[in-house]
């Protein structure tokens, strides 16, 4: 069995990205921040498979790991993560030294507690490393921030900074409350960015959209914020058998009923309803998220 799942993880791990980012296209990265009012709700297992499925689509995809707390991107790839943001001020080192393969050709940098710790760099420091971190606005198509979990004030930054948010919940009580405070906060922030729900572990399809109906419904209501439904998740053990092998789900598992939840959700954003605003690229999210960390 570990030996089926290494040479599994290998074949995954083959990258068609070239060693140098190049120009494909002319518009910026689509940011999406994907969080959560709570942990525990499945969102960094949701960021690595979405963005699998959106790699499956021929999209390219770099996800950035913004979780101070609990930084496991690379743990559920089964990948490892040797330098954060932060390592681009060394010396010889560049953007495509820190940033790490990832299955089906995506990339993946551990950012961690090395992005607060720009707002303690030169003017001269920050600028290259944003220099170097734009250079993926040429490649990428989806950029996927994985947040903390929470309402932190750090949390609220990447939120605030993107070009779109993914807000996931369970249809807990205390999930679904918990989405509602991230969603008054955003609001309470002047938050313009389309905001999406994604409910995980529903149990059948009424439950998704009991969830979803009530949180758009008190959304209108009390905070004036338009939410869209993304799209539901159901329970499936097959989720925790591929976090404990470290092979993602859309890898072990394609054809469970959880992967395929995942594969429409990620057409859905990649071909459903238009944003309402351009995207600024990465370039633009990091300028947005330095003026809200000042």
């Known amino acids: 069995m570990s030996d ?43 960021t690595v498979n979405m963005a699998l499925a959106l790699a499956a689509m021929n999209q390219k995809v770099l996800v950035i790991d ?19 943001i932060l390592n681009l001020l060394e010396d010889g080192l560049n953007i495509n030294d820190i940033v790490s393969e990832g299955p089906r050709g995506i990339k993946f940098m551990a950012g961690g507690s090395g992005i607060y710790h720009l707002a303690n760099l030169s003017d001269a420091h920050l600028n ?45 009580p205390t999930a679904i409350t918990d989405a509602y405070a ?13 905001l999406r729900l994604v409910v ?17 419904r008190v959304a ?15 329970e ?17 598992f394609p054809e469970a009923i959880s992967s395929r939840c995942i594969d429409s959700i990620a057409h859905q954003v990649l071909y459903g309803k238009k944003m309402r605003q351009p995207s600024c690229g990465i370039k633009g999210f990091f300028n947005k998220f330095l003026e809200y960390m000042y």
């Open 66 to 84: 913004a979780d101070l707390g609990m930084a496991n991107v690379e743990v559920l790839l089964g990948c490892s993560a040797p330098y954060n």
């Open 128 to 172: 290259h490393i944003v220099s170097q971190i734009s250079l993926f606005d040429s490649w990428a198509d989806f950029i996927l921030i994985d947040t903390g979990a929470g309402l932190s004030r750090n949390v609220l930054n990447f939120v605030m900074a993107a070009d779109e948010v993914i807000i996931i919940t369970t249809p807990e």
């Open 4 to 46: 089926q799942a290494e040479k599994l993880r290998q074949m995954s791990l083959r990258s068609t990205v070239p060693k140098s980012p190049v120009i494909r296209k002319s518009s910026g990265s689509r940011v999406i921040a994907i969080t959560s009012g709570k942990g525990g709700v499945g969102k960094t297992n949701f």
């Open 200 to 216: 995980n572990r529903i149990l059948d399809h009424d439950e998704g959209q009991m969830v979803v109906d009530k949180l758009i």
């Open 236 to 252: 499936d053990r097959n989720m925790v058998k591929a976090v404990k092998n470290q092979i993602p789900l859309l890898l072990s």
């Open 220 to 234: 209108q209501r009390f905070l004036g914020v338009v939410a869209d439904n993304l799209g539901y998740i159901y």
């Open 182 to 194: 991230m969603m008054k906060a955003y609001a309470g922030q002047k938050g313009v960015a389309p």
